[in-house]
């Protein structure tokens, strides 16, 4: 086992200019991450200069079987925490070879948005908590929890400190090291209210760079829990019953709601998002109606409510 760890933690700068690039995309599901390594010939720091690449499509559930070549375009570099040295993670979004975004592509239509000059000028910020559950490998119940059983009802759990009240601050703070490593603006991380559950908080950030922010953070994320040998789950309701949920809140603002007068904009805005509730909701992914039940600090799911 030392000479694969001596092996892993090569600094192959002392022996080539050339490079490692780990392209990431977001998969058939919406909600899976892929990733496939090239090697450079030397460092890069700049997403256009990076070369597009392609995978097997039908094989991630994007693609059929008798047309399944799909493209990649690096869209974000961030700096790699598992390889170090100028090795990379490249965010990418995925085309047709005749240069149509797939389905699945969610970030070309945001990008048009978020290029628009009136948008630019709002300077939009997000800050997003990212809430997920540490399942144990083989029986995919939650971290600390008993085999079959329960730990204690919630409450002593949430920012909670203790070896019966916190299970898995070792991937959380690997995790946390690792992103601002890569370039990430992780702004914190917590416990959660259900025990074996964390939270991460990506941001401010401006515009699309918030989503490729979250979704290397993901992938970061499974990475690091790949290899403590531990399930990630970002299920809505992971477990039924008295316990809390998981969901990836948005904290947003433009610039005429931080600046004066702005509270007068910030409900315009509300009564906006009021009238497009189910349209949001059914965007916001799948499983959510075992989470927003009225119950465990959420609204119901047909009820739009502000405060």
């Known amino acids: 086992m030392s000479l694969l760890s001596d092996l892993l933690n090569l600094n192959l700068s002392e022996s080539t200019d050339k490079i490692i690039a780990e392209y990431i995309w977001i998969g058939g599901s919406g909600m899976d991450m892929r990733s496939k390594a090239r090697t450079l010939p030397g460092p890069v720091s700049d997403p256009s200069k990076l070369p597009k690449w392609n995978y097997d499509g039908s094989s991630t559930g994007q693609a059929p079987g008798e047309d399944s070549e799909v493209i990649l375009y690096p869209q974000a570099i961030f700096k790699d925490p598992f390889r170090r040295g100028n090795n990379i993670l490249v965010m ?15 970030r070309h239509a945001a990008a048009k948005i978020f290029s628009h000059s009136d948008v630019v000028a709002e300077e939009p910020w997000y800050g997003i908590e990212q809430e997920y559950t540490l399942l144990q490998k083989d029986v995919k119940w939650p971290l600390g929890w008993p085999i079959g059983g329960y730990p204690g009802p919630q409450g002593p759990y949430y920012c ?7 299970w898995g601050r070792d991937i959380v703070d690997s995790h946390y090291k690792a992103c601002l490593y890569a370039g990430i603006n992780i702004s914190g991380i917590n416990g959660e209210v259900m025990p ?24 970061i994320l499974e990475r690091i829990t790949e290899i403590a040998g531990v399930v990630l789950s970002f ?10 949920g998981a969901g990836a809140h948005a904290n947003y603002s433009t610039k005429s709601m931080r600046n004066d007068g702005g509270f007068e904009v910030i409900k315009k805005a509300i009564e906006k998002l009021g009238l497009r509730h189910s349209e949001h909701i059914a965007a916001y992914g799948e499983g959510n109606e075992r989470r927003l039940t009225g119950k465990h600090e959420t609204a119901d799911i047909n009820t739009f409510k502000w405060v």
């Open 92 to 106: 990418c979004d995925a085309y047709t070879p005749a240069g149509e975004p797939i389905p699945t592509n969610k």
């Open 160 to 166: 909670g400190v203790g070896a019966d009240k916190a």
């Open 196 to 219: 074996g559950q964390w939270e991460f908080q990506v941001g401010p950030a401006v515009g699309i760079s918030a989503g490729d922010q979250l979704w290397v953070a993901r992938y």
């Open 235 to 244: 299920d809505p309701k992971p477990i039924q019953g008295d316990w809390n």
